[in-house]
């Protein structure tokens, strides 16, 4: 059994900023990419950013400058800062990791329950 527990998201300024954190937990072998993926109202989930075990990032244009996703293996966390935080920023934020359970299993993508992120005057 592995969860992904996410935490951090509020209501915040437009300028303002925050912090989300995910931590993984359970029958963990290895994580390879995590990432931040979003959803608003009425509209697909979309990538944010993604970062590999190595440290390689990939993140979304929407984002460049303002976010920064940033992960401690030992802890098998994720985080990503958001700075600058826009009104487009307002969405439930979700947690992805792919997961390898057992030495000989392959990776499963397992998800997060999610954090919403507001951000209003």
């Known amino acids: 059994q592995v969860q992904l527990v996410e935490s951090g998201g509020g209501l915040v300024q437009p300028g303002g900023s925050l912090r989300l954190s995910c931590a993984a937990s359970?029958?963990?072998?290895?994580?390879?990419?995590m990432g931040w993926y979003r959803q608003a109202p009425g509209k697909q989930r979309e990538l944010v950013a993604t970062?590999?075990?190595?440290?390689?990032?990939t993140d979304a244009d929407s984002v460049k400058g303002r976010c920064t996703i940033s992960r401690d293996n030992a802890k098998n966390t994720v985080y990503l800062q958001m700075n600058n935080l826009k009104l487009e920023d307002t969405a439930m934020y979700y947690c992805n990791a792919e997961i390898q359970t057992q030495p000989v299993s392959a990776p499963f993508a397992y998800w997060g329950q999610g954090t919403q992120v507001t951000v209003s005057s």
């Open positions: 359970g029958s963990i072998f290895s994580i390879y990419v």
């Open positions: 970062i590999t075990r190595g440290g390689t990032i």
